[in-house]
């Protein structure tokens, strides 16, 4: 596959927003946090190598060199906001929770490989538009950035979306989920055992098997098998 194109900023103001409608943008990174908010349901995404039908309403979570490319399909281009910001431009209130607020609003960036993304309802999704058009207002007006306005606006945004992301077991489990998917697909041509897998995903074996047979409908050992013979 292709090595992705790391995009290093020398000046980057703490948060930006861009409106993308276009047919195609090439395998990259950052190394700052992205979210994409989709608007439409034309097109895929494609991050670290899995790949997303692009849905209404559905958000991305993108960490620090994250690789991620998106492709249409037919004539109708993918349509979506990208906001990109850097950790400290978060405005949050002197107090003894703001680390632990910090670290729920920024922990969704940080899941190797990334979290499923969510899929919002419609009043919350025009919510993320009007903040993202916001921000695109303030980067468009004349003279400096206002980088507190913006700031506030970006710690908005992710409080938020903070009210649709799973409890933090969910998180954990879903993550165990994508690393063992992820170890059975690259891994198939290879003898391993289901040890293996839980080890890697971090989970004990049974609790994995469980929340892999209620995820897919199947066991770990019989996707093993049909990834093998297909």
Known sequence: SRPPRIHFTKSFPKVRCHHFQEDQFQIHAHQYNEIMIIASDSGFQRVDGVEYPLKRGQVFYLGPYQSHEGFSVGQKHPDFYNISFLSESLILPHAKE??????????????????????????????????????????????????????????????????????????KENRALSLALRYIHQ????????????QCAGLA??????????????????????????
């Open 98 to 171: 703001s680390d632990a607020t910090e670290s729920n609003l920024l922990q969704p960036f940080y899941q190797k490989p990334m979290l499923e993304p969510l899929l919002i309802p419609e009043a919350a999704l025009q919510s993320c538009i009007d903040i993202s058009k916001a921000i695109r207002s303030e980067m468009a007006h004349p003279g400096p950035l206002n980088e507190m306005i913006l700031g506030h606006w970006l710690t908005g945004l992710l409080m938020l979306l903070l009210r649709f992301l799973p409890p933090l077991q969910d998180l």
């Open 187 to 198: 891994n198939f041509r290879e003898e391993f055992s289901s040890e293996q897998i839980a």
């Open 205 to 230: 074996p049974t609790r994995l098997a469980q929340i892999f047979q209620k995820a897919t409908g199947t066991s770990m050992k019989k996707m093993l098998i049909h990834r093998r013979i297909t």
